[in-house]
Nanobody
Framework: QVQFVESGGGLVQPGGSLRLSCAAS????????MGWYRQAPGRQRELVAR???????NYADSVKGRFTISRDNAENTVYLQMNSLKPEDTAVYYC?????????WGKGTLVTVSS
């Protein structure tokens, strides 16, 4: 069973950038689509970005044009480049398969956007 470990979160000012990484304990080459999800306080977890093995990407409207998802199957890693961050991007960010697999949730990484 693969495990995902997220990293790269932190405190950043509005307009700043962060790059999140998701390291998988096993091969992600066999996983058709990977996603980055986030959960803000008091809100449900939502899918913000998705990338297929062929490199096709999809984004939530709220992050389109600001976030970029990518994957490196050789390194078993998925990335999320986040630019022009806004306070409403504050959340715990997780990676998982897309659609999500209940057994694969990691601890996530906290992103706080605040001045």
């Amino acid at each position: 069973q693969v495990q995902f470990v997220e990293s790269g979160g932190g405190l950043v000012q509005p307009g700043g950038s962060l790059r999140l990484s998701c390291a998988a304990s096993g091969s992600i080459r066999i996983i058709y689509a990977m996603g980055w999800y986030r959960q803000a306080p008091g809100r449900q977890r939502e899918l913000v970005a998705r990338v297929t093995n062929g490199g096709r990407t999809n984004y939530a409207d709220s992050v389109k044009g600001r976030f970029t998802i990518s994957r490196d199957n050789a390194e078993n890693t998925v990335y999320l480049q986040m630019n022009s961050l806004k306070p409403e991007d504050t959340a715990v960010y997780y990676c998982n398969t897309a659609p999500q697999s209940q057994n694969y949730w990691g601890k996530g990484t906290l992103v706080t956007v605040s001045s």
